[in-house]
């Protein structure tokens, strides 16, 4: 157990709905980054926070945002959801000395 | 631009070595990482090797890194079929202080043979 904590485990949706996926960060981690794994693309940054703030930005779609709230858990949402969306989302969290990343479960998202 | 590169399969005896090979392009990387994912699970930290280093031990864990050649590699020993995983080989963009997203190879699919 990584201590990165992500809901839900599962979501099944449709085609042009919008879901929002949910973070919580190992205990003192002031960094969140949020991934996609899919099978073609293979795992890619989408996008970083740390303590509230954007830092990095990666392949993250136009359709899909995301931030971190004061209490450093962080949200990614996903709107006009096409079938191509359907992956795992991953987030992980770091301290500031290591900057080793620890990963959660994931969210494995089904667009039908 | 950056990529990470990693042979899709590697396929093994029980109780033998498995070697995991990985070629990186970012020569400033700081940090370089293996990360193992079980079927339908999350990603596993397994070790990480500081850029100035050519090698780190742990347990039966070997990583071997060859920093002018960009390349890095996991070695397990006594392989056993609890083993039986995808291995991510990853580098950091960072240099510490939370910059770093991390670059993925496309993972090595290990089977362990009993």
């Known amino acids: 157990d990584s201590g990165v904590t992500q809901t839900p485990k599962h979501l099944i949706t449709a085609t042009g709905q919008r879901v929002t996926l949910r973070c919580s960060p190992r205990?003192?981690?002031?960094?969140v980054y949020w991934y996609q794994q899919s099978l073609d693309q293979g795992l890619q940054f989408l996008i970083q926070?740390?303590?509230?703030?954007?830092?990095a930005k990666g392949n993250i779609l136009e359709r899909f945002s995301a931030q971190q709230f004061p209490d450093l858990h962080s949200e990614l949402n996903l709107s006009s959801l096409e079938l191509g969306d359907s992956a795992l989302y991953f987030c992980?969290?770091?301290?500031?000395?290591?900057?080793?990343?620890?990963f959660g479960p994931g969210t494995r998202l089904t667009v039908l | 631009g950056e990529d990470v590169e990693q042979s899709l399969f590697l396929s093994v005896r029980e109780g033998d070595s498995s070697v995991i090979n990985c070629t990186y392009t970012d020569s400033s990387s700081t940090y370089l990482y293996w990360y193992k994912q079980e079927p339908g699970a999350g990603l596993q930290l397994l070790t990480y090797?500081?850029?100035?280093?050519d090698m780190k031990q742990d347990q039966r864990l070997t990583v071997l890194l060859n920093k002018k050649d960009k390349h890095l590699s996991l070695r397990i020993a006594d392989t056993q079929t609890g083993d039986s995983a995808i291995y991510f080989c990853a580098e950091s963009m960072g240099d510490g202080g939370s910059q770093g997203n991390l670059i993925f190879g496309k993972g090595t699919k290990l089977s362990v043979k009993p």
């Open positions: 926070y740390y303590n509230g703030e954007e830092r």
């Open positions: 992980a969290s770091s301290d500031y000395i290591t900057d080793t990343q620890y």
């Open positions: 090797i500081f850029s100035n280093m």
């Open positions: 205990s003192g981690d002031l960094s």
